[in-house]
């Protein structure tokens, strides 16, 4: 069965940096798209960053774009986001989340606190 596990989050002083993980499993990773989405609290999901399969394009929401940056690493099965210049309204939780056969599938997620 699908699995997408996130680590890497925690607490951050504005103006720092985290790289968050998702290790997959149970699907052919190299085979599809993955995206980072994050939720604050009493907010809606918002979509993050966007990997194609290859790893050739991807795309970023405009409040992420230019600090932050979605890669993957095919043979180890994980995408990967790295954020930089963090700012208080970063502050969620992360999911990683694949698309497959129109079921979306999430992760269990991994908060970040960006806060002095």
Do not use: H
């Not at 996130?6 to 995206?35: D, H, I, K, N």
């Not at 939720?39 to 050739?56: D, F, M, P, Y």
């Not at 698309?99 to 999430?106: A, F, P, T, V």
Request: hydrophobic share 30%; charged share 15%; glycine share 12%.
């Amino acid at each position: 069965q699908v699995q997408l596990v996130e680590s890497g989050g925690g607490l951050v002083q504005p103006g720092g940096s985290l790289r968050l993980s998702c290790a997959a499993s149970g699907f052919s990773f190299s085979s599809y798209a993955m995206t980072w989405y994050r939720q604050a609290r009493e907010k809606g999901r918002e979509l993050v960053a966007t990997i194609t399969r290859s790893g050739g394009t991807t795309t970023y929401a405009d409040s992420v774009k230019g600090r932050f940056t979605i890669s993957r690493d095919n043979a180890k099965n994980t995408v990967y986001l790295q954020m930089n210049s963090l700012k208080p309204e970063d502050t969620a939780v992360y999911y990683c989340s694949l698309l497959r056969s129109g079921m979306r599938y999430w992760g269990q997620g991994t908060q970040v606190t960006v806060s002095s």
